[in-house]
C-alpha cells in the first residue's frame, strides 16, 4: 500500500480491469454451499473470492471459555496458501489475527447473542483466491452465512472496499490497485440503519477525500446489500420448488 510506483492504474477513466472509478468487479453470490456447515456461502468480487461457513449457536468448550450471562461469536479469516501466485505460506500470521478481530467486531452488533449464555457461534471465512479486498468479501460472505445459518440477526452487514488509485477515488479496489494505490479503506455498514461496523485505512487522504469515500462506500453497499439478498432469495426460492 502507497508504495510509489510507475504502474498505471487508470489510463482515460479506465481502471486496469475496464471499471469506471465508482464501480464494482463483478459480484457472485451464493448461498449454503458446503453441506456440513450449519450456514455458508461464496462470495466473488472479480478474482477475489471467499468461502464463508457458520457453525452453531453451539455450546462453547472447554467450560471456562463461556461467558454466563451472553453468547459469543468466534470468527478465523483465512487465506488459503493457493490463493495467490506465490504460494502464502500456511497458517495464521499476524495479518490474518487482526483481520479475524476486525471481522468479529464487524458482525457482532447485529447478533443477539445475549439471547444465547453460554453457546459460541463460530464463523470461518477462507480466502480461496486472493486479488485485493478479501477481508471485506469475507465480510460478506460470513454476513450471509450467519443468516442462511438461521442465526438470529437484526440485519445483514455489508461490505466494501474504497480508496485511491492514480489520484482518483474508486471502489472495490483490485490487487493491483491495493498495492500500488496511495491509500485504501476497508469499511463495513449495516446499510439499513446507517451504523458503520468497519472501518480501516492505510494511506493517505484530505479529509475531503474520506468525506467522498465514505459516500462512495455507502452507495456500493446498497447495491451489494441488494444482492446478498438476492442470493439468499435465490437459495430458498430453489429449495421451496
Ligand atoms: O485483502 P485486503 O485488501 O482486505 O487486505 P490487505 O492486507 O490490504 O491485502 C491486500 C491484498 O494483498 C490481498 O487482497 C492480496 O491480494 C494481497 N496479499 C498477498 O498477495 N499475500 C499476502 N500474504 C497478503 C495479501
Same mark, same amino acid.
Given at each position: 500500500? @502507497? +508504495?510509489?510506483? =510507475?504502474?498505471?492504474?487508470?489510463?482515460?477513466?479506465?481502471?486496469?480491469?475496464?471499471?469506471?472509478?465508482?464501480?464494482?468487479?463483478?459480484?457472485?453470490?451464493? !448461498?449454503?454451499?458446503?453441506?456440513? #456447515?450449519?450456514?455458508? #456461502?461464496?462470495?466473488?468480487?472479480? %478474482?477475489?473470492?471467499? $468461502?464463508?461457513?457458520?457453525?452453531?449457536?453451539?455450546?462453547?468448550?472447554?467450560?471456562?471459555?463461556?461467558?454466563?450471562?451472553?453468547?459469543?461469536?468466534?470468527?478465523?479469516?483465512?487465506?488459503?496458501?493457493? %490463493?495467490?501466485? =506465490?504460494?502464502?505460506?500456511?497458517?495464521?500470521?499476524?495479518?490474518?489475527?487482526?483481520?479475524?478481530?476486525?471481522?468479529?467486531?464487524? $458482525?457482532?452488533?447485529?447478533?443477539?447473542?445475549?439471547?444465547?449464555?453460554?453457546?459460541?457461534?463460530?464463523?470461518? #471465512?477462507?480466502?480461496?483466491?486472493?486479488?485485493?479486498?478479501?477481508?471485506?468479501?469475507?465480510?460478506?460472505?460470513?454476513?450471509?452465512?450467519?443468516?442462511?445459518? @438461521?442465526?438470529?440477526?437484526? +440485519?445483514?452487514?455489508?461490505?466494501?472496499?474504497?480508496?485511491?488509485?492514480?489520484?482518483?477515488? !474508486?471502489?472495490? $479496489?483490485?490487487?493491483?490497485?491495493?498495492?500500488? @494505490?496511495?491509500?485504501?479503506?476497508?469499511?463495513?455498514? !449495516? +446499510? =439499513?440503519?446507517?451504523?458503520?461496523? $468497519?472501518?480501516?485505512?492505510?494511506?493517505?487522504?484530505?479529509?475531503?477525500?474520506?468525506?467522498?469515500?465514505? =459516500?462512495?462506500?455507502?452507495?456500493?453497499?446498497?447495491?451489494?446489500?441488494?444482492?446478498?439478498?438476492?442470493?439468499?432469495?435465490?437459495?430458498?426460492?430453489?429449495?421451496?420448488?
Amino acid at each position: 500500500m @502507497g +508504495h510509489k510506483s =510507475d504502474i498505471k492504474l487508470i489510463v482515460d477513466g479506465k481502471r486496469t480491469d475496464g471499471r469506471t472509478v465508482d464501480q464494482c468487479r463483478e459480484v457472485t453470490m451464493e !448461498v449454503n454451499v458446503i453441506p456440513a #456447515a450449519d450456514g455458508s #456461502a461464496k462470495v466473488g468480487f472479480g %478474482s477475489t473470492v471467499a $468461502l464463508a461457513s457458520v457453525y452453531g449457536p453451539r455450546e462453547l468448550f472447554p467450560r471456562f471459555m463461556q461467558e454466563s450471562d451472553t453468547g459469543i461469536l468466534r470468527t478465523r479469516y483465512n487465506m488459503a496458501p493457493f %490463493s495467490v501466485d =506465490d504460494r502464502k505460506k500456511p497458517g495464521q500470521d499476524r495479518r490474518s489475527q487482526e483481520i479475524s478481530k476486525v471481522m468479529k467486531h464487524a $458482525l457482532e452488533p447485529v447478533l443477539f447473542l445475549q439471547e444465547f449464555p453460554k453457546v459460541t457461534v463460530d464463523a470461518f #471465512a477462507e480466502v480461496i483466491q486472493a486479488d485485493g479486498s478479501t477481508r471485506v468479501t469475507g465480510i460478506n460472505a460470513v454476513s450471509l452465512a450467519l443468516v442462511a445459518a @438461521g442465526i438470529p440477526m437484526s +440485519h445483514m452487514v455489508t461490505a466494501v472496499s474504497v480508496g485511491k488509485a492514480d489520484g482518483e477515488l !474508486v471502489t472495490d $479496489l483490485n490487487g493491483k490497485e491495493d498495492n500500488f @494505490g496511495e491509500a485504501d479503506m476497508g469499511f463495513a455498514m !449495516v +446499510h =439499513d440503519t446507517g451504523e458503520v461496523t $468497519l472501518l480501516q485505512m492505510d494511506g493517505e487522504l484530505t479529509l475531503d477525500e474520506i468525506k467522498k469515500l465514505l =459516500d462512495m462506500a455507502q452507495t456500493a453497499c446498497g447495491q451489494i446489500l441488494e444482492k446478498q439478498k438476492k442470493a439468499l432469495r435465490d437459495f430458498y426460492v430453489k429449495r421451496g420448488e
